[in-house]
Each structure stands twice: as structure tokens, then as C-alpha cells.
């Protein structure tokens, strides 16, 4: 298993004899960490985004209880699955943390086996319901996000880019007589062609928060947060070299002899008052003055 496939468990309680054993038993399986009171709890929460929290219900200053209330409040934290841990062994108490939106409430003295069990059986529904997610979020030929996903990013992007006064860069690809490809060489070469130029435009992308997603047919779109128009481009430039280094046979391009590629690119306007529409937009157009001008460029707007 990959290191960054190990799941993440938060515990959390006052008693610094159960945060040990409980540490310990979950160690060989998990990543732990470990909060001795409810704010710290929440921090660390907020931190490292655990899969699942363990959390006391009986600890002072800030109780189980008030945690999971201020983890289901916040956006970043809400989904994260909570099991108590708790002295309190009356059914009542157990269906008030039910009801608060608990996954799941184990009675002290634990008993570790019930423990090891309970932690796989609801970090197994994280696993599966992540993966559901990404299904979601990812198109099946290329692999990359799909649209869906592209325009909830686009629009978060665009909101921060505007809140800090950041740049933010946006390009629009288009695989050159794509349908002229598939007629000549046959879908299932389509396909894998495409496929080619997805790998080529999301490894060419080089920060974390950049992403390359296919947009419809044979056009990708490539958002770039905190980028200005030099670097978008560069990244661009990037992308058409390996796309050409690729040397994939289009005999029927009536561009060039292999497959390449037309980009229209714009940069958050410097006033940062241009809508989202509008900066697609832009892409859109200078996209088209790019198959206009004869395919096999990048136009990018410049003002």
C-alpha cells in the first residue's frame, strides 16, 4: 500500500491511558493522530482532514457532543465520519449522538477487537464512497476531470482569483480534423489518440492546483489559478511540443501531417472585475480565431 493510500485516524480524549492504547492499536493499520481536548480536536481536524474520528464524548471545556456540532457546521469538516467513544451506556445517550450525526458510538471499557472492527468497517464506506466521488468527477476515455468537475473548480477558482486579486488563466484545446482522424484511422484509434493528448496536457501541467479536463468531443480545457498570461502560455507551448512529439499520423489533418492541436488561452482581466462566463468566453473566441488563422496554434488574448 501506498503511503498515501494509509487512511488517517484522529483521536481524540482527555484520558491520556486510552489516547495511548487506542494509538497503539491502531497504529500498524492507520496513520494517527492524537488530540487531548475538543479544540485541539477540531485543529488538527481542520489540519490534516482525517478519514475518521474517534472522539470522547466526556471531555472538559468542550465536549464530544459540541465537536461534532462544529465539524457538521463547517464545510471542510462536515463530511468527515465521527465515532464516539464514551463512558455513557444508556441507549439514550447513545441515540443523541445518532442523531447528531454520529456514524457510529462504542461504550467504554472498549473492547479492542469491537474497536479494529468498527474503524475498518466505516473507513471501508469512506473508501467506497471516495471512490464513487472520483467516478463522479473523472471522464471515463481520458481520464481526466470531466466537465462536471471543471466547472465546480472554475468557479471556485474564479471566486478566490477575484477575492485576492490573483491571476487566473484559462485555455481551451481542440484536437485538429479530429473528425477527419476518426473517419480515416476508425474510433478506437480516435480514442486512444485522444487518450495520448489528455496524458501529454495533464502531465505538462505544473502546479497542484492546475487541472486539465476534458470539456466535450475532442476539446480540453485547461485551468490555471495564480498563473498570468506568460506562464499559461509557456505551459501551453508546453503541451503542443509534446502533443507533436507524440508524431501521431493524421494523413487527412490538411494541416500537417501528424496530429496537432488549437489553443485559445485568456488571463483574468487585471482588473479583475471580468465575470466567469466572460473569461471562458474570451478563451472560446480566441480559440476560434486559432482554426480561423489555420489550425495548429496557440492564440492567446493579450489585453
Known amino acids: ?24 492499536l491502531l497504529k500498524p493499520e492507520y496513520t494517527v493522530l492524537l488530540a487531548k481536548n475538543g479544540a485541539q480536536a477540531l485543529e488538527r481536524a481542520a489540519r490534516h482532514q482525517p478519514d475518521l474520528i474517534l472522539l470522547d464524548v466526556m471531555m472538559p471545556d468542550m465536549d464530544g457532543y459540541e465537536v461534532l ?30 442523531k ?15 474497536v479494529m472492527a468498527r474503524v475498518a468497517l466505516h473507513l471501508q464506506v469512506v473508501r467506497q464512497r471516495r471512490m464513487l466521488e472520483r467516478l463522479a468527477n473523472v471522464d471515463g476515455l481520458t ?25 487566473l488563466s484559462l485555455a481551451l484545446l481542440d484536437v485538429d480534423a479530429f473528425k477527419q482522424y476518426n473517419d480515416r484511422y476508425g474510433h478506437p484509434a480516435g480514442d486512444r489518440a485522444l487518450r495520448s493528448v489528455a496524458r501529454a496536457a495533464a502531465n505538462a501541467m505544473r ?3 492546475d ?8 476539446e480540453l480545457v485547461l485551468l490555471m489559478p495564480e498563473t498570468d498570461a506568460f506562464e499559461a502560455r509557456m505551459v501551453v ?11 501521431i499520423p493524421h494523413e487527412s489533418s490538411g494541416v500537417a501531417p501528424m496530429l496537432t492541436v488549437s489553443v485559445g488561452g485568456a488571463t483574468l482581466a487585471a482588473d479583475g472585475r471580468e465575470e466567469s462566463a466572460a473569461l471562458f468566453e474570451a478563451a472560446d473566441t480566441h480559440l476560434y480565431r486559432a482554426k480561423k488563422a489555420g489550425r495548429n496554434r496557440i492564440v492567446w488574448r493579450t489585453a
Open 143 to 167: 481520464e481526466l476531470a470531466n466537465r462536471r468537475r471543471f466547472d465546480e473548480v472554475y468557479e471556485m477558482e474564479w471566486q478566490r482569483a477575484r477575492r485576492n486579486g490573483t491571476a
Open 207 to 209: 502546479r497542484p492546483g
Open 211 to 218: 487541472l486539465a479536463a476534458r470539456y466535450g468531443g475532442e
Open 100 to 114: 447528531m450525526g454520529a456514524a457510529d458510538y462504542i461504550t467504554k471499557p472498549f473492547n479492542q477487537t469491537v
Open 1 to 24: 500500500m501506498k503511503i498515501a493510500d494509509v487512511q488517517k485516524v484522529l483521536v481524540a480524549d482527555d484520558d491520556a491511558v486510552n489516547r495511548e492504547v487506542l494509538g497503539e
Open 69 to 98: 456540532r462544529r465539524l457538521r457546521a463547517d464545510p471542510q469538516l462536515a463530511h468527515i465520519a465521527v465515532i464516539f467513544i464514551s463512558g455513557l451506556d444508556h441507549p439514550e445517550d447513545e441515540a443523541a449522538g445518532l
Open 237 to 247: 507551448e508546453g503541451i503542443c511540443e509534446a502533443i507533436a512529439a507524440l508524431a
